[in-house]
């Protein structure tokens, strides 16, 4: 019998809650360690998970033995911590925006690539089953080649979002990192590498410092064409979290899409994976009907999926999935695009 991995996780707020949820519930591995600013919140979080609490990662990783770090901490910090765990060998989860700007996330990539150790980015949506469901029609005959996708992630987060975390309303923050990030890597997954940008953001909804709406336009490297709506402050269902239904906390729709995806003999409403398609090559018409089907799918936590994946990743039997330059090319393509609002021109992004 191998012994539990023994698991750290610094930033139990949002996402890191259900991180620690997963760890604790998970018979392979042990939730040792927490650390967090002292504040009694966090204290009683640890206390109740039956952890030691910790204020500072390097006294906590130097006082206790450990095989793997969870990072959801605040992005503004997660390059100092996730280059201690390379400095130390150990492997880390780092949720996304892997670092708070490219050119960290690029020092990090090469010092875990130089170290030796695998750093694994937290895009948990690739591990849904949606996606693979998706995946499979897309490089179908059905579908054929791929010519243009739209995508959309318009929801309203109420004040004590920001309340509860000022730090989301600052540089840092905001739904370009926080939420598109998301959507780059399951763009890159669909459509391949993204090559050219074009972008334009609003600001005078919440008139904060980041933008709170913004829409793209996109050219994949393999010549097929996008667009792209982001907002976080639309009274809208037309997003990921709330068509997925992957999350019981968000109002759930799910006969709506949040992306359509059109090929040359086929498309599909993503995730409520309706699909239509030509029955041959020589139906291909708009005066033609179309075959239509709703694709069959085997639902299960992909948060949960990752973990085990991590543990797999710890102890050598897997590759990250979505490795620490998966990460760095989802931030690049952020990157072109706050680049492309700033000076209102497309931006190259594979330059």
Request: contains cysteine; glycine residues 8%; aromatic residues 10%.
């Amino acid at each position: 019998m191998h012994k539990n991995l023994r698991l750290l996780l610094s930033g139990p707020g949002l996402i890191g809650k259900t991180h620690a949820r997963i760890l604790k519930a998970n018979e392979n591995c042990d939730l040792v360690a927490i650390v967090a600013p002292d504040h009694e919140e966090n204290r009683a979080t640890t206390s109740k998970l039956g952890a030691k609490f910790y204020t500072d990662l390097c006294t906590a990783l130097g006082s206790e033995r450990i095989d793997g770090v969870v990072l959801s901490s605040p992005n503004t910090v997660h390059f100092d911590q996730a280059m201690e765990c390379v400095t130390r060998g150990i492997p880390a989860l780092v949720e996304k925006p892997m670092t708070n700007c490219l050119e960290e996330a690029e020092q990090l990539v090469d010092a875990a690539k130089e170290k030796g150790v695998p750093l694994l980015v937290g895009h948990h949506r690739t591990y849904s089953a949606l996606l693979d469901t998706a995946l499979d029609f897309l490089r179908s005959e059905k579908f054929g080649h791929f010519v243009a996708l739209q995508g959309t992630a318009l929801f309203y987060k109420p004040d004590h979002y920001f309340e509860e975390g000022p730090w989301r309303a600052l540089e840092g923050g905001g739904p370009l990192l926080i939420n598109l990030i998301h959507e780059v890597g399951l763009m890159r997954e669909f459509g391949g590498e993204i090559a050219t940008v074009h972008a334009f953001a609003g600001y005078d909804v919440r008139q904060f410092e980041v933008e709170d709406t913004a829409a793209i336009t996109l050219r994949f490297k393999n010549g097929a064409l996008g667009t792209f709506l982001l907002s976080d402050a639309a009274a809208s269902s037309k997003s990921w979290e709330m068509t997925s239904g992957e999350n019981s906390a968000y109002a759930h729709f799910p006969q709506e899409a949040c992306y359509h995806f059109a090929g040359t003999n086929g498309s599909l409403d993503f995730p409520s994976m309706r699909a239509k398609y030509y029955a041959t090559a020589q139906d291909r018409s708009w005066w033609k009907p179309f075959e239509e089907t709703t694709l069959a799918f085997e639902p299960h936590d992909p948060l949960v999926a990752q973990i085990n994946h991590f543990l797999d990743v710890i102890r050598g039997t897997e590759r990250p999935r979505v490795s620490a330059d998966d990460g760095y090319r989802n931030m690049k393509v952020v990157d072109a695009i706050r680049r492309s609002i700033c000076s209102g021109c497309a931006v190259d992004v594979l330059r």
